[in-house]
């Protein structure tokens, strides 16, 4: 039945689409070929086989692609697509005539020619001579003679002879220049191609039956102008906008690899990205955010959500690939910055940075150093997750809280001091049987000399009193000289100039490091503090509920261990992360320990396979971790812990020491030491002292100078229940706690993104050639040198300043680059076509005066991305047909001059779109968590361990759908969504079996015809009527009669003409397939 129903259309699909004349080489290739192959082919062949050799060696010249193809004297040298075949590759492997003759290349060049020959030998098309990739760098030559690197012009507007066609200055130059190649511009395209092709552009969408309708009956004057405004002010152009930008960040929800880890929350930057095409954020304002949101002294709030959007940009930092436990980091680590700056080049200034990664560039100014600029100013962005919830909320009830603690603390103070004047005499009566047989147990109980002396008199008494003291003085000498042979103490967070070294973010960061006897209030139970803290590092003084990450100055690894002295609860997180690796989940990478103690405790990590690596300590909150896995100790627990969702996570740190032999340091903390400075001559004294000295330690806490000594003395006698803590014994403070935790529990759970932190950090040394293991000089951070690049004062602040550089007005790149996206957004191509490479080797602009203007316009009116679009939209050339003249066809077959507009297929996002549409099952609902993927294979299973989605995706539109690096939507796959992997402004576009595959058995796409197939069964409409109403829905134009007299004809011969769903589901489908549905004129 389908394939009868098919049939009906052939007329219908018969479209005059003309495609595109020839299938180009992709994007992705060239670029493989300029960074891979040509200097290569340079640097080894050109001597002989160029035409600028003295002579040609063996008729073989290297230096064009059809050159390559013909071969030499001897015959071919290459078979297009079989390298195994090619005599080429034999040659290089020595066999025969081994070439080079100056000795075989390495094996990656090998294999990089290889691959070129098997892609089929993509070459730019060059309508000159490329330049010479062996010719002396001359960085000031090149910026002067080429045209991308000069000032942005501002050009008169010509006056073309049909100055009535004009309407505006865009229509002027593209008709000025038509008229120079005796070429008229194509007659205005109907009104209901328009709408389809606007709202396409502009929102992603087609347009419903009903907008069509009421922009028929619009016959004002500016009824144009009218639809793209509104089409401009929907909130579906964000997500249409945000789309093709994620195309340039090579957005993706996980970082690829065996296991394809999350990356946490990424769809949050998704929907960043939404609201600010929506809000019409000013360009250079989305520049700044993105390379330096975290870094703006003022961010940008979305006072309605509690956002800071400022910071939510920085996520795009955290999209990248890694490695699967590299063995070697620090290699990973060039691999992933190296795509961080070929990124950053492509988006914002039109430009291949990377490909001086291993020499000055080969076509255009920018040096090797240049790269390695840029590469220390970005490689110091350190991976983490951000609380990005405005300040307001961040900060809520924060001085409330504040003043509430005080005044607990001064509360505890006086019920303690009444406390500590009677603990003499609860010690005589004993009324403390517990703690003293507590301390039996315990060398370092403060109440162990009372344990252990009570009963002695007399000489017996100071004579053990003496033998404990001398003991206890021994052991901790024991203690300090062990530390100081075995362990080198390289940060210790109580103090503060060790503490300023350190750099976190998150609300409960700690402003100073702690002094001795800081306290947490607790957020539930009897009792009204956690305890009495050591000095140190502590993310919960506030609230649990508070984030922080703390991370240490960045270092090399030279020893055998490390320790670290932490706590913490809730699941917080101290890990050793090794060169910037984000994704650190098992094996010789499970370096993170989960604190599980209030005190202070050792944990040790091994790090003998790391020396000669630099790495940093992180301790986080649960939410803050990039990557949560538990440790080994949790990982062996049977039942596994599991991890809380309240918001609740803290931290605390102390020490760090290096050491070559596994044991960790010994305490140093005597809560003994306030005692031991007396010498009591029997019981009474020594329980008159307890009272004495703890009165002392009292009064210190109160004042805030209490040592860490008479700090962890009252913690002890605390936890003994000698000095008050329980609510139902501090009753003056009841309100003031009953308060506290009102308060606290109204803190909310911080939203969290994937985002960075700045170390600061060195100058990145100059690799040699591109090797990670040969590092040269350091080079100064700064931006490009063809620029104007100047090295930077604050290292903290290098990527805002060179945020700042970009986003200038007189950066002559930027605005050219996105103003030139925006128009092949419209018009199908760019005025340069090559989006990514304005350089040498790059397209040069087909109208060069229209760009500068368009790109003057811009920066004149604040950058506003609408207003630039509405120009473009309501101008005559955005109107015109699709339908070339005989003339156009001749002169100018790739419409370069642009005197039609182009036939164009749907994005892959947009045939998924338009189908939910079409079938009436879209839900427009925005942003929110991304939709798993369906996966139909045939054993039901899915990729890895993600989870499999619905069929339909719930209806929402694609941009919705996750998109994982290992986990391709396969339906969008098809229709050629570029894999994440770099900035693609420029999507392949094939035109292949598979598609027309996908479109018949897909059980996406037969799932919503049938689902669009029971709504017309069920519609009370005769079939007539409803054969239009399914055009009107799937084309945006009624039927021809033919059309539908073939559709009534297939519907009374299917199954008897009893009309049923199935029937309706195949003409649905059969609309899907048209090639009218797939296309936009």
Not at 261 to 290: G, M, S
């Amino acid at each position: 039945m389908k394939g009868v129903c098919l049939q009906l259309f052939v007329l219908a699909s018969a479209l005059p689409l003309a495609p595109r004349l020839a299938a180009a080489p992709k994007p992705a290739d060239l670029e493989f070929f300029e960074k891979q192959v040509r200097p290569t082919l340079a640097e080894n062949c050109y001597a002989c086989h160029s035409a600028k050799a003295p002579a040609v060696f063996a008729g073989l010249r290297l230096d064009s692609r059809a050159a390559v193809v013909q071969g030499g004297d001897a015959g071919p040298v290459v078979v297009v697509g079989d390298p195994s075949s090619s005599k080429l590759v034999r040659m290089l492997h020595g066999e025969g005539l081994q070439m080079p003759p100056t000795g075989k290349l390495p094996a990656d060049k090998i294999a990089a020619l290889e691959r070129w020959i098997e892609l089929g030998l993509p070459w730019p098309e060059e309508a000159a001579p490329a330049p010479d990739p062996s010719a002396k760098f001359d960085l000031e030559q090149r910026r002067s003679e080429h045209w991308a690197w000069q000032p942005v012009r501002k050009p008169a507007i010509p006056n073309p002879t049909r100055a009535d066609w004009a309407s505006g200055a865009v229509d002027r130059f593209l008709l000025s220049r038509l008229e120079q190649e005796g070429l008229q511009p194509a007659e205005v395209a109907d009104r209901r191609s328009f709408i389809r092709r606007a709202s396409f552009d502009l929102t992603g969408l087609p347009p419903t039956p009903q907008e069509i309708a009421a922009y028929l009956a619009d016959d004002a004057p500016d009824a144009d102008e009218r639809l793209i405004d509104r089409l401009l002010a929907s909130p579906h152009y964000g997500e249409r906008q945000a789309r093709l930008w994620m195309d340039l960040m090579r957005y993706a929800e996980s970082h690829g690899s065996e296991g394809d880890p999350d990356t946490r929350e990424a769809w949050r930057y998704r929907d960043y990205l939404i609201r600010a095409f929506n809000e019409d954020v000013p360009y250079d304002q989305l520049v700044r955010e993105h390379l330096a949101g975290d870094l703006l002294a003022e961010p940008r709030i979305d006072s309605e959500l509690g956002l800071n959007e400022s910071l939510l940009a920085t996520a795009h930092w955290r999209l990248v690939e890694h490695g699967f436990q590299p063995v070697d980091p620090w290699e990973d680590r060039v691999k992933w910055t190296d795509n961080q700056i070929d990124v950053l080049s492509k988006t914002f200034l039109g430009l291949t940075v990377s490909c001086a990664r291993c020499h000055d560039h080969k076509f255009d100014a920018i040096s090797q150093k240049d790269y390695y600029a840029l590469f220390g100013t970005i490689k110091n962005a350190r991976p983490t997750m951000r609380a990005v919830e405005s300040p307001e909320r961040l900060d809520l009830h924060r001085e409330r809280l504040t003043a509430l603690k005080g005044a607990i603390r001064a509360g505890l103070a006086k019920a303690w001091a009444q406390a500590a004047e009677g603990l003499g005499a609860r010690l005589e009566q004993d009324h403390a049987v517990a703690a003293v047989e507590a301390a039996l147990q315990d060398s370092a109980h403060p109440l162990r000399p009372w344990a252990v002396l009570r009963g002695a008199q007399g000489e017996a008494f100071r004579e053990g009193w003496r033998t404990l003291v001398a003991a206890r003085q021994a052991e901790m000498d024991a203690r300090r000289a062990y530390n100081a042979e075995h362990f080198e103490t390289r940060w210790d967070l109580r103090h503060e100039s060790d503490f300023r070294q350190w750099l976190g973010h998150g609300e409960g960061l700690p402003a100073a490091a702690s002094k001795p006897g800081e306290i947490d209030i607790a957020a539930k139970g009897p009792q009204v503090i956690g305890g009495v803290l050591q000095p140190g590092a502590w993310s919960h003084r506030i609230s649990s509920k508070h984030g922080a990450v703390l991370q240490s100055p960045r270092f090399k690894i030279e020893t055998d261990y490390i320790s670290f002295e932490t706590a913490g609860e809730g699941w917080s997180n101290a890990q050793l992360i090794i060169e910037n690796y984000a994704v650190p989940r098992a094996g010789i990478y499970h370096l993170r320990y989960r604190p599980k103690s209030r005190d202070l405790v050792w944990s040790t990590w091994k790090t003998d396979y790391w020396k000669g690596f630099t790495a940093y300590f992180e301790l986080a909150t649960q939410q803050e971790i990039t990557q949560f896995q538990m440790d080994a100790e949790d990982s062996q627990t049977t039942p596994r812990p599991k991890p809380n969702d309240d918001g609740r996570s803290w931290f605390g740190a102390g020490a760090i020491v290096f050491h070559n032999q596994e044991r960790t340091p010994r305490s140093l903390l005597d809560p003994l030491a306030p005692l031991l400075s007396t010498d009591p001559a029997g019981p009474s004294e020594l329980a008159a002292w307890y009272s004495q000295a703890v009165g002392q330690a009292v009064e210190a806490w109160s004042e805030d100078h209490a040592t860490a000594e008479q700090a962890a003395l009252l913690d002890a006698l605390v936890r003994a229940e000698l000095l008050p803590n329980r609510l139902t014994a501090l009753e003056d403070l009841r309100p003031l706690v009953a308060e506290y935790r009102k308060l606290e529990a109204e803190i909310p759970v911080a939203r969290r993104a994937p985002g960075v932190v700045d170390e600061g950090g060195d100058d990145q040394p100059l690799l040699i050639r591109g090797q990670h293991k040969r590092p040269g000089d350091p080079v100064p951070r700064r931006f490009l040198t063809a620029l104007g690049g100047q090295p930077y004062d604050d290292p903290r602040l290098a990527r805002l300043r060179l945020a700042e550089a970009i986003a200038c007005g007189d950066n002559p790149l930027a605005a050219r680059v996105q103003v030139n996206r925006l128009w092949r957004q419209m018009f199908g191509d760019g005025i340069v076509r090559t989006e990514d490479n304005f350089g040498k080797l790059g397209e040069a602009p087909t109208h060069p005066e229209l760009l500068d203007y368009l790109a003057g316009r811009y920066v004149a009116e604040g950058w506003s991305t609408k207003q630039l679009l509405r120009e473009l939209a309501t101008s005559r050339a955005y109107r015109m047909s699709s339908l070339p003249s005989a003339a156009a066809r001749e002169r100018d077959p790739g419409n370069k001059l642009l005197s039609h507009m182009p036939v164009r297929r749907l994005e892959a996002e947009q045939i998924r779109d338009a189908i939910l549409a079409a079938s009436g099952e879209l839900d427009p609902a925005l942003q929110g968590r991304s939709i798993p993927v369906y996966y139909a294979y045939a054993t039901g299973k899915t990729k890895g361990d993600n989870p499999k989605g619905p069929l339909d995706g719930d209806g929402r539109r694609s941009i919705y759908q996750e998109i994982r690096r290992n986990s391709h939507n396969p339906f969008l796959e098809v229709f050629d969504l570029p894999k994440p992997a770099t900035a693609r402004p420029q999507r392949d576009v094939t035109n292949v079996p598979a598609q027309s595959l996908t479109m018949l058995n897909s059980p996406f796409v037969i799932g919503q015809a049938k689902k669009w197939g029971e709504k017309v069964a069920a519609s009370p409409d005769g079939p007539s009527q409803r054969v239009g109403a399914m055009f009107e829905q799937a084309l945006g134009r009624p039927p021809s009669p033919q059309e539908t007299d073939r559709a009534l004809s297939y519907l009374a011969a299917a199954d008897g003409g009893r009309l049923d769903a199935q029937a309706w589901a195949d003409l649905a489908q059969s609309l899907f397939n048209l090639k009218e549905f797939l296309y936009v004129r």
